[in-house]
């Protein structure tokens, strides 16, 4: 990784998630020392708390139930990232429930677009999130964003995305997927995604498949790597602070190999980080695991 200018982001959006609680995410890893530690590693960084859009809005409600105020957020995040970009500096976005990805990558994806760059979108996540409104047995918006980006689901989201903001599926790497719905299997399976469950990860070697990834991100005229990491990706003995852990998950050892092949490749552009729920990583061992991977991911050599 070489030392740039990095735009902190913190999008406290926690209606689409299932759980109260992801929206205090950012505020707490502030407070934690998110941004002090890119600045020991010599970073230049400008943090900003995104302002709540819809600020009167209806009481936490679980289900399909908050999709104004998720498109009012993506909306304002979409606008957002673009700046970061052209202010030449890397976005690292940090959630809030995995919903905000649709306006982050839509963002990244239209930046792509007008600038000719190649987009790669690496989603490290336990779920599949390619649900829709009519495939969601629960209703949670954090379930549908990489359905929606990719074409697929509720028109107001498609709209809000737009035709630039589209991702091609087969520029997007789905690592680590161990839970999906039926319905969500299906569409995921006819989508043209690059999916790959813990099985073959092991398989094959995390950093081997990752690396293989990347060298054909590489070959695209001004490679953009997009890395969206939802915090319940890893291992759910590692993931207690977000509201959906799942077992047999990556170890902290395996997301650390991947983390070094990103740093190494000098690919990575822009980021999502998301899912941290507060109220539920009580001893906080989510966050200090969150910090020590950071720190593989962007140490300066
Ligand atoms: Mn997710």
């Not at 913190?10 to 707490?28: L, M, R």
């Not at 490679?223 to 915090?231: E, I, N, Q, T």
């Not at 047999?248 to 740093?263: A, R, S, W």
């Not at 999502?272 to 140490?299: C, H, K, M, R, W």
Request: proline share 5%.
């Amino acid at each position: 990784m070489k030392r740039q200018k990095i735009s902190l982001r913190g999008v406290p959006c926690g209606v689409g998630a299932g759980q109260w609680g992801s929206s205090f995410g950012p505020e707490a890893l502030f407070k934690k020392g998110i941004k002090a530690r890119f600045e020991s590693m010599g970073f230049d960084v400008n943090w900003r708390l995104l302002p709540d859009p819809l600020p009167h809005k209806e009481p936490f409600i679980s289900g399909f139930q908050h999709k104004e105020a998720v498109l009012a957020w993506c909306e304002q995040l979409q606008k957002e990232i673009q700046n970061c970009l052209a202010d030449h500096s890397l976005p690292v976005i940090i959630g809030g429930d995995h919903s905000i990805s649709m306006g982050s990558l839509s963002g990244v994806a239209q930046y792509c677009e007008a600038n000719d760059h190649s987009l790669t979108v690496v989603w490290l996540d336990a779920h599949g999130d390619f649900n829709t409104s009519e495939t969601s047995q629960s209703g949670h918006i954090h379930g549908m964003p990489l359905a929606s980006l990719c074409g697929h689901g509720d028109g107001d989201f498609l709209s809000m995305i737009g035709k630039t903001g589209k991702i091609n599926p087969k520029d997007v790497h789905l690592l680590g997927v161990r839970d999906l719905d039926a319905q969500e299997e299906h569409l995921l399976a006819s989508s043209g995604v690059h999916t790959y469950p813990m099985e073959v990860l092991r398989l094959l070697g995390f950093g081997t498949v990752l690396q293989d990834i990347l060298e054909k991100a590489r070959l695209k005229p001004s490679p953009h790597v997009h890395l969206s990491f939802d915090l319940d990706f890893m291992d759910a003995s590692l993931a207690q602070g977000t509201g959906t852990p799942v077992p047999n998950g990556p170890t902290y050892g395996e997301v650390k190999e991947l983390f070094q092949v990103i740093n190494k490749s000098d690919l990575l552009k822009s980021m999502d980080i998301v899912e941290y729920n507060p109220l539920l990583d009580g001893q906080t061992q989510t966050a200090e695991v969150l910090f020590e991977l950071l720190t593989v991911l962007f140490s300066v050599s």
